[in-house]
């Protein structure tokens, strides 16, 4: 069974693109996450995704970032315009339905630089 | 909204030491709690979880135990490894929100 993937695993942007980042969740899961992990620090939650439904974008800030699930194909966050500030790693997790769905699983994350 | 506090790193071992990180949290609720381990340039991976009280999570050697009294979730391991090198990080799941609440993490080096 194939963990959570992510692409693409590094992402250079100049000022002012957009960046779209994408997570594939694990067969099965329904539930997709999203953290940002600053360098030297923990993860910071931005969002929680059911298939085509935001359930929780709390973390996420509210100007040039978005997120979604579609009902086919992969999560994707998106950066519009991005700054220097933006530069991180991404990760995305899954879990699936029902009672096990509190365990998270982490893909190997997206290394975004913004030049 | 909830917090963790890990002990600052990083944590300098030699091969075969006894290793403790400390983890306290603040939270509403009792949450799942979960340690994760980083490798460099790699994501998260689970290592192991406790989901009430009194629970013991073990994995490859690792435990930690759910003290809901001192709000606590240490990592233990009795012989470290080279291998065991790597950043841990003790997080708690908001399970209202599902949100998982990481502290800056604790880095560890295991010397031969």
């Known amino acids: 069974n194939a963990g959570v993937m992510q692409n693409p695993r590094h992402l250079v942007r100049r000022r002012g693109q957009e960046a779209r980042l994408r997570c594939s969740p694990m067969?099965?899961?329904?539930?997709v996450y999203w953290y940002r992990q600053l360098p030297e620090e923990g993860l910071k939650f931005m969002v929680y995704l059911q298939k085509e439904n935001i359930i929780d974008e709390s973390g996420m800030p509210k100007e040039r970032f978005s997120a979604e699930f579609p009902k086919e194909g992969p999560s994707i966050l998106r950066i519009q315009q991005v700054v220097r500030g933006d530069s991180a790693a991404y990760f995305c997790a899954s879990s699936p339905p029902g009672a096990l769905q509190e365990t998270q699983y982490f893909g190997p994350g997206t290394r975004l630089l913004v030049l | 909204g909830d917090s963790v506090t890990q002990m600052e790193g990083p944590v300098t071992l030699s091969e075969e030491a006894f290793l403790t990180i400390n983890c306290t949290y603040t939270?509403?609720?009792?949450?799942?709690l979960f340690w994760y381990v980083q490798y460099p340039g790699e994501g998260l991976q689970l290592l192991l979880k406790?989901?009430?009280?009194?629970d013991k999570g073990s994995n490859k050697g690792f435990e930690a135990t759910y003290r809901k009294e001192t709000t606590s979730f240490h990592l233990e391991k009795g012989s470290v490894q080279v291998s065991d090198s790597a950043v841990y990080f003790c997080a708690p799941l908001d399970t209202g929100r599902r949100a998982l609440t990481f502290g800056s993490g604790t880095r560890l080096q295991v010397q031969p």
């Open positions: 067969k099965g899961h329904s539930h």
């Open positions: 406790a989901t009430k009280a009194d």
């Open positions: 939270a509403t609720g009792y949450p799942s």
